[in-house]
């Protein structure tokens, strides 16, 4: 993904809140889309069918009457973080703010309610930072082994709810890396 029309697209709130709410819950109409979301019906319709526009979601099948049940298309989406375009960089700074304020909200809800959760929660939840002294292929290699390790587990678990254990929760896992120094530091 990487013209600035697409990236646009995306940057919504309520796009970006249709997104995670199939990913999560898996197909679902834009009524019950605006149940989760706390949007109207109408407004989600809409947003849904720009999402369609852009090939982020697809209606699901299974359509009977007016309840149209909508997909996503893909079970993730991958960002460059370089583009040669200004109004791409622009667009994806935009859409990587969006993203973050709303991940982060995220871990603030989960900060305020965890004493909410059973302990075995609780402690089992990761709160943890690390520096590394990196080069920027280092941090590329890491970025690639992770994401090779990470992404194959539990995915089955996103689009087939039968394979989810009892007592599971989405959980997100957020991986930060990015040097904390201005380069001219690095000497």
Same mark, same amino acid.
């Given at each position: 993904?990487?013209?600035a029309?697409?990236?646009? !697209?995306l940057?919504?709130?309520t796009?970006?809140?249709?997104?995670? !709410?199939?990913?999560?819950?898996?197909?679902?109409?834009?009524t019950?889309?605006a149940?989760?979301?706390?949007e109207s019906?109408s407004?989600?319709?809409?947003?849904?069918?720009?999402?369609?526009?852009?090939?982020?979601?697809?209606?699901?099948?299974? !359509?009977?009457? $007016?309840?149209?049940?909508?997909?996503?298309?893909?079970?993730?989406?991958?960002?460059?973080?370089v583009?040669?375009?200004?109004?791409a960089?622009v667009?994806?700074s935009a859409?990587?703010?969006?993203i973050?304020e709303?991940?982060?909200?995220?871990?603030?809800?989960?900060l305020?309610?965890? $004493?909410s959760?059973?302990?075995?929660?609780?402690?089992?939840?990761?709160?943890?930072?690390?520096?590394?002294?990196?080069?920027?292929a280092e941090?590329?290699?890491?970025?690639k082994?992770?994401?090779?390790?990470l992404?194959?587990?539990?995915?089955?678990?996103?689009?087939?709810?039968?394979?989810?254990?009892e007592? !599971?929760?989405?959980?997100?896992?957020?991986?930060?890396?990015y040097p904390i120094?201005?380069?001219?530091?690095?000497?």
């Amino acid at each position: 993904m990487s013209d600035a029309r697409t990236l646009r !697209a995306l940057t919504h709130p309520t796009r970006i809140a249709l997104i995670e !709410a199939l990913w999560i819950e898996g197909p679902m109409t834009a009524t019950e889309a605006a149940e989760r979301v706390g949007e109207s019906p109408s407004s989600c319709s809409f947003h849904l069918r720009q999402l369609a526009r852009y090939g982020f979601v697809e209606e699901a099948g299974g !359509a009977r009457g $007016r309840r149209r049940p909508w997909k996503m298309t893909s079970l993730g989406m991958t960002f460059s973080s370089v583009y040669a375009d200004p109004e791409a960089e622009v667009a994806f700074s935009a859409l990587s703010q969006l993203i973050r304020e709303r991940q982060l909200g995220r871990y603030d809800a989960w900060l305020r309610n965890r $004493r909410s959760y059973p302990e075995a929660w609780r402690e089992a939840a990761i709160n943890d930072e690390h520096i590394f002294w990196l080069t920027v292929a280092e941090l590329a290699a890491l970025s690639k082994r992770l994401k090779a390790e990470l992404l194959p587990l539990y995915r089955e678990r996103l689009t087939d709810p039968s394979m989810r254990p009892e007592g !599971a929760l989405p959980v997100e896992l957020l991986v930060l890396g990015y040097p904390i120094t201005p380069p001219s530091a690095a000497g």
